[in-house]
């Protein structure tokens, strides 16, 4: 088709991924000049020959390898659609990654990747606590389909991930080690290079667990899970990504080889993401580093706000973090921002909490995270209900804690409405 690599650079130099986000993947001439990719609002495509819908269709179902210039042709918008497409080279970029899948919500991404990698007797093995979704999905789904998961507390480290490895023959059965750090809602960071290192010395000859690393906390910006060992990286697209609390996508990134399993599954159990949501997200992704830095700048006075507040017993805020703090070399060598994601526990419990809630005025009470408005939540009776609460104590999880997503709004705004909402607490 065309060289997309050459439009990577101007002469020698290489463009950053901020500019790339306005042209990459697209060329203009092919939609009639339009300066912005359309919506391609199509469920078929028309073949300009049978041989050719019969070449698509090789590829496609991969009865024959794909030539070196040869890209998958389009067939129906269950397969690729051409906005996906563009929305899925332009996510690559910030990650690294050789390939990416888009998806119609985050949960479709992480589902349909796991099912596509892990059979009956394998074994997950994953940190706590993490998303409710996936929590449910692990604990509860995945054991009904013979699939054995273990997990173990985030601080624990890659003791914790020995330790859960080490009954029977577990270490053998390995096929997965899924991360999601920073975890949800506490923000505690797991290693990702020292996991790597650990789930490559596992599994079966032919077979090598692989590392699946949830990065919707800090976003495509702020951290780099495939440049540290990860073999896949996924996102709710929903949050950082798509920003503006309007839409509902995830992603998965890796290698070529992974994703072409990972693409094939989502094709059979039709999770991908439609048109108008893959034109939303690249609508999004122009503004995504003026986005989070903003936040990431507002979370930062938030927090040294809440930190020094009577009424607050503790803030988890990865810029907290202090030399001699094992979470602080973890966060030195793996994360380039502390993002904007906080959570604190306030002086009390779940009434107490409660009150500070009902009584924000700015911030909106409201589950997700990473739109431009800034969002609180309780996360023992919310995102994480479905954890039982001597289970949620043990992940870290109090019942006066409150996560809060830091948005785009004047710092001194929101430090106005949490201080005249802790006077309620």
Known sequence: M??????????GHELRPESLMMSFGYRPDLSEGAAKPPIFQTSTFVFASAEEGKAFFEVAY???????????????SRLNNPGLEILEDRLTIWDGAEAAAVFQSGMAAISTTILSLVRPRDVVVFPEPVYGGTEFLLHKVLPEFGVETVCF????????????????????????????TPANPTNALVDIAAFAQVARAAGQEGRRPVLAVDNTFLGPLFQHPLRQGADLVLYSLTKYVGGHSDLIAGACLGSDELLAQIKTTRTILGTMAGPWTAWLLLRSLETLKLRMTSQMKNARYVADFLAQHPRVQRVHYLGHLEEGDPQFEIFRK?????????????????????????????????????????LAEHPGTMTHSDVPPEEQVKMGITPAMIRLSVGIEHPEDLIADLEQALEHA
């Open 334 to 374: 793996q994360c380039l921002s502390p993002g904007a994601m906080i959570s604190f526990e306030i002086v009390g419990g779940e009434t107490e909490a409660f009150r500070v809630l009902d009584a924000l005025k700015l911030i909106k009470l409201a589950v997700s995270l990473g739109g431009t408005e800034s």
């Open 153 to 180: 507390p985030a601080l624990a480290g890659t003791d914790g991930l020995e330790r859960a490895l080490a009954g029977g023959d577990r270490r053998k059965r390995l096929r997965m080690v899924y991360v999601e």
């Open 62 to 76: 991969g009865l024959r390898e794909r030539g070196p210039s040869e890209r998958p042709g389009l067939i129906y």
């Open 2 to 11: 065309w060289d997309e690599e050459s439009k990577k650079r101007i002469g």
